[in-house]
């Protein structure tokens, strides 16, 4: 094969039409998740991220940490200096920063200025992650991860207010191929280093590190006298996930075994989340892969289609 069909090969799996319906599931489902975060820690937001000893660990103590790394990340001390500024309390500049975080991701619900409400929204959420960072877990850096690509991507989507209300057009399906593939080379990543560091340790071949998530605090969901009883399944499931973590780059993209691969995927983070209560962490996941790999596979138009995009939405190109 000649350089010249080389280039152009790799310039067709890059820049391929693709219709936007990925972009929509991205975007919905990302903002929701955010919105789950700033409910879920409503109660204790101002315990959680309070300064000089006020909260559950020093706000200050994560920032002095994270400020070895970069001087330009975005933390949570900048909102509350700057409330200072104009006579705000600490306690008041926290809740407004809670509440400007649920409102940008409403507005990215919507899809209602969506590039400024991802900005916003990536900034604030990033802020509240790394000032609490010690508390940081998985779930925070997909959601900053799934943020960002909403940040970069060619919005707005066609099911977002941008596009029906204020009648911004849609970019091009080139522009939406290449960010998508991104997301999609982005996954295969993470799954497959994923799972060969799983694959190095022995407990995820016997189960034994399945066994001790169950067990453990504060993932202890299951009885133990569940568990014992059905501890024979635990090898099996913990081999499933090394396997299909590492196959993750290998199988998800031939037409003929994506469908099967991305429902195990699935299936594998819906079992995380309702067996260990990591439901954010599940829910961020489920919508990456759909994001990613889904609409493909989705064959039922959701909505109809404009007529000048037609084409796009007919000749959707394979993953």
């Not at 315990?47 to 949570?76: C, F, K, M, T, W």
């Not at 009885?223 to 399944?233: C, I, K, N, S």
């Amino acid at each position: 094969m000649g350089f010249g069909k080389i280039r152009e090969e790799v310039y067709r799996f890059f820049f391929n039409r693709h219709s936007p319906q990925w972009l929509s599931v991205l975007r919905i489902g990302v903002a929701f998740t955010v919105i789950l975060y700033c409910i879920s820690l409503r109660r204790d937001w101002n315990y959680l991220l309070a300064g000089h000893g006020g909260g559950l660990i020093n706000r200050e103590a994560s920032e002095i940490l994270l400020s070895d790394q970069s001087d330009v990340i975005p933390r949570v001390s900048w909102f509350v200096q700057g409330g200072r500024q104009i006579g705000l309390s600490e306690s008041t500049a926290l809740f407004l920063v809670w509440l400007a975080i649920l409102d940008a991701a409403l507005l990215l619900l919507i899809g209602l200025f969506s590039r400024g409400a991802a900005i916003a929204t990536w900034c604030l959420h990033v802020a509240s992650v790394k000032s609490g960072g010690l508390l940081a877990y998985g779930v925070d850096n997909f959601t900053t991860i799934g943020l960002f690509y909403l940040m970069v991507a060619p919005l707005p989507d066609r099911w977002s207010m941008d596009y029906r209300s204020r009648k911004i057009p849609l970019k091009n399906g080139q522009l939406h191929g290449f960010f998508r593939r991104v997301l999609q080379l982005h996954l295969c990543l993470i799954y497959f280093f994923g799972g060969l560091a799983k694959s190095f340790g022995a407990g995820w071949w016997t189960g034994e590190s399945i066994w001790r998530a169950f067990a453990h605090p504060p993932f202890n969901v299951i009885a133990p006298e569940t568990l014992v009883h059905w501890r024979f399944l635990f090898p099996i499931a913990s081999i499933s996930t090394v396997l299909l973590e590492i196959g993750y780059p290998f199988l998800m993209w031939p037409r003929y075994t994506r469908r099967v691969w991305l429902l195990g995927i699935l299936i594998m983070h819906v079992g995380i989340g309702l067996l260990m209560r990591m439901y954010l962490f599940a829910s961020i996941m489920i919508i990456l892969n759909l994001a990613a790999f889904g609409p493909g596979l989705i064959r039922r138009r959701l909505v109809t289609a404009a007529p000048k995009l037609a084409d796009q939405e007919t000749a959707l190109p394979r993953p």
